[in-house]
């Protein structure tokens, strides 16, 4: 099994500051948007993670770490979510540290916050409709923000983006419709279009659009 340094391409008992430095390199690299693949991109994100909870080379890799890449490939993501619509009520806001605490403590109807797993393969909009849930969405082809999620923890591939300029993509808002989870959990917050940045980005909803029970 490679070691975390060898995924990271870093001499083995690299400092933190090169640890951070060639993880940021190689997730870049990894990313299967760049060329990369969800397997690789995978082992590099348990490659850091490994690291940064104090790797010990001498020890034993436990059993379930053997085939950690293998089951990485075809393991489905489990996806936190919580519907943009309700932050309102409760008077939070979307970059809150502890939005998802306070989510999972509210009682919140299912449709408004839960869980769901996805395929591989499966795209994040394809995972929701696929568990029930009528997520918004237009054009289907990352032309519009109607389908916008903002991740909170986690990440999706986006093949397609027509319409996200970079410094959404640096708050972490994504597009649904053509974004496959590529880390095995995922917090995301859904139904963006509402928020008043993304209003010019928007396409008309219908004909497109499944009518949405917040709506
Ligand atoms: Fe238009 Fe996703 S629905 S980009």
New binding site residues.
Partial sequence: MESPFDVLQIDAGADDETVEEAYRRRVMEAHPDQGGSIAEFRAVRTAYETLQAGYDPDAEPESGDRDSAARQQRARSTVTYLNYDVLGDFGWQVDDADLFEKAAASDLDRVDYGEFEVDPGETL?EGAETAGYAW?????????????VMLVDGELSMP????LPAEMMERNIR????GMPITDELKVVYNLKHMPELEDLL?PPRP??QAHPND
């Fill in positions: 909009l918004p969405f237009a054009c289907r082809g990352g032309a519009c923000a109607n389908c916008a397609v983006n027509h319409v597009l649904c419709c053509n396409l497109f659009e």
